[in-house]
Nanobody
Framework: QVQLVESGGGLVQPGGSLRLSCAASALSLDNYAIGWFRQAPGKEREGVACISPSDGSTYYADSVKGRFTIFRDNAKNTVYLQINSLKPEDTAVYYC????????????????????WGQGTQVTVSA
């Protein structure tokens, strides 16, 4: 049974950093793209980053470029999201998701391209 388990969320002050983890089981990172999404209260879920399975290409939302870094450790079957220079507007539940690559039109931020989802981890940025 495929499982994605996120961890690493928490309460952090503005300007701080967090590293989120997405541990995958019964699923190979050689075939699945892993995306990170977030959903803030009252807002729609949005894609923030994705890493492809083939060459490890990475994709980012404009709002997080330069602050978020997605990377993977194939030996651990885990994908990470390093978040730096956190802002209050980054407060959200962060989810990782897996989908067979390539996506139609390489639309990595389309949540409907993803087949499996984790349960989410809360990130709160507040002084």
């Amino acid at each position: 049974q495929v499982q994605l388990v996120e961890s690493g969320g928490g309460l952090v002050q503005p300007g701080g950093s967090l590293r989120l983890s997405c541990a995958a089981s019964a699923l190979s990172l050689d075939n699945y793209a892993i995306g990170w999404f977030r959903q803030a209260p009252g807002k729609e879920r949005e894609g923030v980053a994705c890493i492809s399975p083939s060459d490890g290409s990475t994709y980012y939302a404009d709002s997080v470029k330069g602050r978020f870094t997605i990377f993977r450790d194939n030996a651990k079957n885990t994908v990470y999201l390093q978040i730096n220079s956190l802002k209050p507007e980054d407060t959200a539940v962060y989810y990782c998701a897996a989908g067979l690559w390539p996506f139609y039109d390489y639309d990595w931020a389309n949540q409907y391209e993803y087949d499996y989802w984790g349960q989410g981890t809360q990130v709160t940025v507040s002084a």
